[in-house]
């Protein structure tokens, strides 16, 4: 009797067992889940714990697919999600990426580079050919001569003087030497600066930086001076009805400058001078640079 009682009666009401499956489908269902996100792949959680007789296929389709989503969101997977079927496609798997990233990545790559300019050297003497003028009145072909060796023109002084319409009277401005620069080494590089009767503190700046980036790029520099200056030799050059000078080369960041001097005087055609100075003998004159 005592073991029919215990076949008979089972130890749980079959109540109990109705309402056990589905909590153990439950545990199933978490199980593979995990399993299968672990592995990395992407089959239908459903097809390995097909839902019980009775059940709804749609309720089921929707939690494997949200489960599914949660795998691959663990994963960092950033395709678009496949319902299945009769489920409600995720709204975050059918947005496109963000455009600002892409264009801030697209920025960055295709950002030219640039590169600062080279400093100019602290001094420089452009390679030159001194020559001394062939009369009292060609200072300015001569000087001109002077400058267009150091841009590879070899010219006579007379045809230099035919250019710049230079008579016994001398050369009239700086306009001329700056046209005739133009002209005969075939550039347009040249332009005229003129002065006023006491230089200003900006006048010699300007004076400074014009002669730094003008002998830097190659381009020699005809003054056209009056009066009286002293070169950092002590020997003092005067010239009260004007005369013509080339300048050649800087030193000490262009506070000095290298003079080739047609008039050769005291048999020195080439010396150096203060920008101050030059300045102070441009006075009333211009330049061409």
């Given at each position: 009797?005592?073991?029919?009682?215990?076949?008979?009666?089972?130890?749980?009401?079959?109540r109990?067992?109705?309402?056990a499956?589905?909590?153990?489908?439950?545990?199933?269902?978490?199980?593979?889940?995990?399993?299968?996100?672990?592995?990395?792949?992407d089959?239908?959680?459903?097809?390995?714990?097909?839902?019980?007789?009775?059940?709804?296929?749609a309720?089921?389709?929707?939690?494997?697919n949200?489960?599914?989503?949660?795998?691959?969101?663990?994963?960092?997977?950033?395709?678009?999600?496949t319902?299945?079927?009769?489920?409600?496609?995720?709204a975050?798997a059918?947005?496109?990426?963000?455009p600002q990233?892409?264009?801030k990545?697209?920025?960055?790559?295709?950002?030219?580079?640039?590169?600062?300019?080279?400093p100019a050297?602290?001094?420089?003497?452009?390679?030159?050919e001194?020559q001394?003028?062939?009369?009292?009145?060609?200072?300015?072909?001569a000087?001109?001569?002077?400058?267009?060796?150091?841009?590879?023109?070899?010219?006579?002084?007379?045809?230099?003087?035919?250019?710049?319409?230079?008579?016994?009277?001398?050369?009239?401005?700086?306009?001329?030497?700056?046209r005739?620069?133009?002209?005969?080494?075939?550039?347009?590089?040249?332009?005229s600066?003129?002065?006023?009767?006491?230089?200003?503190s900006?006048?010699i700046?300007?004076?400074?930086?014009?002669?730094?980036?003008?002998?830097?790029?190659?381009?020699?520099?005809?003054?056209?001076i009056?009066?009286?200056?002293?070169?950092?030799?002590?020997?003092?050059?005067?010239?009260?009805?004007?005369?013509y000078i080339?300048?050649?080369?800087?030193?000490?960041q262009?506070?000095?400058?290298?003079?080739?001097?047609?008039?050769?005087?005291?048999g020195?055609g080439?010396y150096?001078?203060?920008t101050t100075?030059?300045?102070?003998w441009l006075?009333?004159r211009?330049?061409s640079?």
């Amino acid at each position: 009797m005592f073991v029919e009682d215990r076949v008979k009666k089972p130890p749980y009401h079959p109540r109990h067992l109705v309402s056990a499956r589905p909590r153990r489908r439950r545990m199933v269902l978490t199980a593979a889940v995990l399993f299968a996100a672990a592995l990395g792949t992407d089959f239908a959680i459903s097809q390995l714990n097909p839902p019980a007789a009775g059940e709804p296929q749609a309720v089921a389709a929707m939690d494997v697919n949200r489960v599914d989503e949660a795998a691959r969101a663990s994963r960092g997977d950033s395709r678009a999600l496949t319902a299945a079927p009769g489920a409600t496609p995720s709204a975050d798997a059918a947005t496109p990426a963000a455009p600002q990233a892409t264009a801030k990545a697209a920025s960055k790559t295709s950002a030219p580079a640039t590169s600062a300019p080279a400093p100019a050297p602290a001094a420089k003497t452009l390679k030159h050919e001194y020559q001394a003028q062939i009369n009292g009145y060609y200072c300015g072909p001569a000087a001109t001569r002077i400058a267009l060796t150091a841009l590879g023109v070899d010219l006579n002084q007379d045809s230099v003087a035919n250019t710049l319409g230079t008579t016994v009277n001398g050369t009239n401005s700086a306009d001329d030497i700056t046209r005739g620069l133009n002209k005969l080494a075939k550039t347009s590089h040249y332009r005229s600066t003129f002065f006023d009767s006491s230089p200003s503190s900006a006048q010699i700046q300007r004076l400074r930086e014009d002669v730094v980036s003008s002998i830097t790029a190659g381009f020699p520099i005809v003054a056209n001076i009056v009066g009286s200056a002293t070169d950092t030799s002590g020997n003092t050059r005067s010239f009260p009805g004007g005369h013509y000078i080339a300048v050649v080369g800087y030193a000490d960041q262009g506070r000095t400058v290298k003079i080739s001097d047609p008039a050769n005087v005291y048999g020195i055609g080439e010396y150096s001078l203060s920008t101050t100075d030059l300045a102070n003998w441009l006075a009333t004159r211009g330049y061409s640079s």
